[in-house]
């Protein structure tokens, strides 16, 4: 349950949001080596969760398809992904630095005046749940600008999404 946004957090049990998944390779050597890299010098959650962030959205390039084509590890090395593909690197690069990430699915307007089923991420920073949506690079950490947030559904925030 929650917003999908910005929000404290009331999960007691963090644990789920540091493992694996299918497509989300934690600790696997390719994605180890990018997070090193990326956060090398940097000590605090918020420092590292940040870098991470901004490796996804400026690194990553943004394409229409519809669910899971790479996972996490394919996605860097394709250098591209949808939604859940790119949320799938960003997960598993937060997971792999040891700093709790969820999925959130949900139905979101655009920019565009497009309306679809989304995919986007949170990460959990001094007891806050941040929205990462790295999709466009209109958006920030903790700032979405290329969907309208004042309204849009949720159908789950998980752990692992399936599709």
Same mark, same amino acid.
């Given at each position: ?9 009331? +999960? /007691? ?6 493992k694996?998944?299918?497509? !989300? ?7 180890? +080596? ?16 940040? +870098? ?27 250098? &591209?992904?949808? !939604?859940?593909?790119?949320? *799938? ?18 139905? !979101?307007?655009? @920019? &565009?005046?497009?309306?679809?089923? *989304? ?15 790295? /999709? @466009? ?5 903790g700032?979405?600008?290329n969907?309208? /947030?004042?309204?849009? /559904?949720?159908?789950t ?7």
């Open positions: 349950t929650g917003t999908g946004l910005n929000e404290i957090n009331t +999960a /007691t049990d963090l644990s789920k949001y540091l694996a998944t299918m497509n !989300c390779q934690v600790d696997n050597a390719k994605i180890k +080596a990018i997070v090193d890299k990326v956060t090398k010098g940097l000590s605090s959650v918020k420092d590292k969760a940040v +870098a991470i962030y901004n490796y996804v959205k400026d690194y990553i390039d943004y394409s229409f398809y519809y669910d899971t084509k790479h996972g996490a590890v394919g996605t860097l090395e394709v250098g &591209s992904g949808n !939604c859940v593909d790119q949320a *799938h690197l960003l997960v598993a690069m937060l997971r792999t630095a040891d700093i709790p990430a969820r999925y959130v699915h949900g139905t !979101c307007t655009f @920019s &565009s005046g497009s309306t679809y089923g *989304h995919v986007w991420a949170q990460v959990l920073v001094d007891d806050m749940w941040y929205v990462i949506d790295p /999709t @466009s690079s209109r958006n920030s950490f700032k979405i600008v969907w309208y /947030t004042s309204y849009y /559904t949720i159908h925030i998980t752990n692992n999404i399936q599709f």
